[in-house]
C-alpha cells in the first residue's frame, strides 16, 4: 500500500517565511525524520517509513496558520525552525489514512518570496540544486528539494550519515545556472525525477543533490 510523507508549513497572514528559508526547512525535515530514532528498529515510526520507503518515496506539502496550525502541532512529527521558516513533518501514512487534520489544510498555491539573493554556498556544503528550466510552486519545490535530501541520505555510507546528523545537517537549496545543471547531469549525485502528478511533465529532472561525501573526484 502507497504511503505518503506529509509537510505542514506555517503560513500566518503576517508572518511568510522567504523561498530559501522554506525550501531548506523542507530539506532539514526530511533528514530529521529518516534519521529519528523513532524511525529506524524497533521505533515506532520504523514500520511506517520502512512501508513508505518501498514503494515511491512521496511527499506532499501542505500549510497552516493559527489554530490548524496548532491542531497540526498537537500531531505526532518533528518541528523544524530554520530562518523565517517554521515546518512540521509527520510520519508516513497510507493515502486514505491521512489525519483529518492534516488532510483538510491546502495543498496548492503555496508561493513565497525571496527578497535578497541567497549567499553562495560553502564549497563543503551539500546543496540542493533546482534545475533552471523548470517553473515549480514554493510547495512542489519544497517537496522535490524534499526528494533530493532523502535521495543524497540513502547514497551516503552509514558513517557520513552519522557525520551529516551529528552536525545538524548543513545543506543548502540554489537554483543552478543553466550551464552548472548541464555539468551536473554530467556527475554521479542523487537526481530527482518527478512521476508528473501535478505541475511538470512526467520524468522531470527537477533536483540534484550535491554532496560533498558522494563527490568523485
Do not use: C, Y
Not at 512521476?195 to 560533498?212: K, L, M
Amino acid at each position: 500500500m502507497e504511503h505518503v510523507l506529509t509537510l505542514v508549513i506555517r503560513v500566518e497572514k503576517t508572518a511568510r517565511p522567504e523561498q530559501t528559508d522554506a525550501l531548506e526547512a523542507a530539506a532539514h525535515a526530511v533528514l530529521a525524520i529518516l534519521a529519528d530514532d523513532r524511525s529506524t528498529g524497533e521505533g515506532e515510526w520504523a514500520d511506517a517509513m520502512t512501508a513508505w520507503q518501498d514503494h515511491r518515496i512521496r511527499k506532499v506539502v501542505r500549510r497552516a496558520r493559527g489554530a490548524e496550525w496548532h491542531r497540526a502541532e498537537a500531531l505526532p512529527g518533528i518541528t523544524v525552525t530554520h530562518g523565517t521558516a517554521e515546518l512540521r513533518v509527520f510520519p508516513p501514512v497510507p493515502l486514505g489514512d491521512v489525519p483529518k487534520d492534516l488532510a483538510k489544510l491546502q495543498v496548492t498555491g503555496t508561493d513565497f518570496d525571496q527578497p535578497e539573493p541567497p549567499a553562495v554556498p560553502h564549497p563543503q556544503t551539500p546543496v540542493l540544486w533546482i534545475n533552471p528550466a523548470l517553473h515549480m510552486s514554493s510547495g512542489k519545490t519544497m517537496a522535490q528539494v524534499g526528494h533530493g535530501a532523502h535521495l543524497a541520505w540513502l547514497a551516503l555510507s552509514p558513517h557520513h550519515r552519522k557525520e551529516w546528523a551529528a552536525s545538524n545537517f548543513p545543506l543548502a537549496v540554489r537554483t543552478a545556472g543553466r550551464a552548472h545543471w548541464t555539468q551536473l547531469l554530467q556527475t554521479t549525485f542523487p537526481v530527482v525525477q518527478d512521476a508528473g502528478f501535478t505541475e511538470i511533465d512526467p520524468g522531470s529532472r527537477t533536483v540534484i543533490a550535491e554532496h560533498p561525501d558522494l563527490r568523485t573526484w
